[in-house]
């Protein structure tokens, strides 16, 4: 990478620090379709996830009922009792910490810094490697990489994991407004110009 493409990468990734914190902070779009627990019903639920789990991870339930050096007849088992369960419900994912934390630390906000600049820095240079010219072609490509960016995991997870629609199209409308402005920063600062024509002559015969 050139010293121009590397700069264009920082500010981009500024630029898109500061539209995520404008996202989550002001238009709190990250957060649509997400609900807290009945208030009613909170300190309940936290006492009795509390007892039944000791320690942090990524919990899907009901569970699959799966374990080392089953035969594949259990196996087989296991399957229909877990698929009978989904079936009847309830089911859902869950993020556990049974440990208390503080809210946006500063490890937190360095690793979402690296992470954009990184993405800024990426969507720059593959756009340097392009033969495209035009500004609007340029921001056209960026916005294109936040597309494919948006789709490659929240579909899915909207998909298989159950996560809600509303909440799915405003994380990934937040990724490609993101995109959007990194495209404007980068394609701004790596303007390509267009080859001078080379002019023919020929000789008399």
């Given at each position: 990478?050139?010293?121009?493409?590397?700069?264009?990468?920082?500010?981009?990734?500024?630029?898109?620090?500061?539209?995520?914190?404008?996202?989550?902070?002001?238009?709190?779009?990250?957060?649509?379709?997400?609900?807290?627990?009945?208030?009613?019903?909170?300190?309940?639920?936290?006492?009795?996830?509390s007892g039944a789990l000791t320690?942090?991870?990524?919990?899907?339930?009901?569970?699959?009922?799966?374990?080392?050096?089953?035969?594949?007849?259990e196996r087989s088992a296991a399957?229909?009792?877990?698929?009978?369960?989904?079936?009847?419900?309830?089911?859902?994912?869950?993020?556990?910490?049974?440990?208390?934390?503080?809210?946006?630390?500063?490890?937190?906000?360095?690793?979402?810094?690296?992470?954009?600049?990184?993405?800024?820095?990426?969507?720059?240079?593959?756009?340097?490697?392009?033969?495209?010219?035009?500004?609007?072609?340029?921001?056209?490509?960026?916005?294109?990489?936040?597309?494919?960016?948006?789709?490659?995991?929240?579909?899915e997870y909207w998909d298989w994991?159950?996560?809600?629609?509303?909440?799915?199209?405003?994380?990934?409308?937040?990724?490609?407004?993101?995109?959007?402005?990194?495209?404007?920063?980068?394609?701004?600062?790596?303007?390509?110009?267009?080859?001078?024509?080379?002019?023919?002559?020929?000789?008399?015969?």
């Open positions: 990478m050139n010293k121009r493409i590397l700069l264009a990468g920082l500010l981009g990734g500024v630029a898109l620090f500061a539209w995520g914190s404008f996202s989550h902070i002001v238009l709190r779009l990250p957060s649509i379709g997400i609900e807290d627990f009945p208030q009613a019903q909170e300190e309940g639920v936290k006492s009795v996830l320690h942090p991870g990524f919990y899907f339930f009901p569970g699959m009922g799966e374990a080392p050096g089953m035969s594949a007849q399957n229909k009792a877990f698929e009978a369960k989904y079936k009847r419900g309830p089911h859902g994912i869950l993020i556990f910490e049974p440990a208390g934390a503080d809210v946006m630390t500063p490890k937190q906000l360095i690793i979402q810094f690296v992470l954009v600049v990184v993405e800024a820095l990426l969507a720059a240079w593959l756009l340097s490697l392009t033969t495209l010219t035009s500004f609007a072609s340029r921001v056209g490509f960026v916005v294109g990489l936040g597309v494919l960016m948006a789709l490659a995991t929240n579909v994991y159950g996560f809600p629609g509303n909440y799915t199209a405003a994380y990934m409308l937040d990724k490609v407004i993101g995109m959007l402005i990194v495209g404007l920063v980068v394609a701004a600062m790596t303007r390509k110009r267009m080859a001078a024509p080379v002019l023919q002559t020929t000789r008399a015969a």
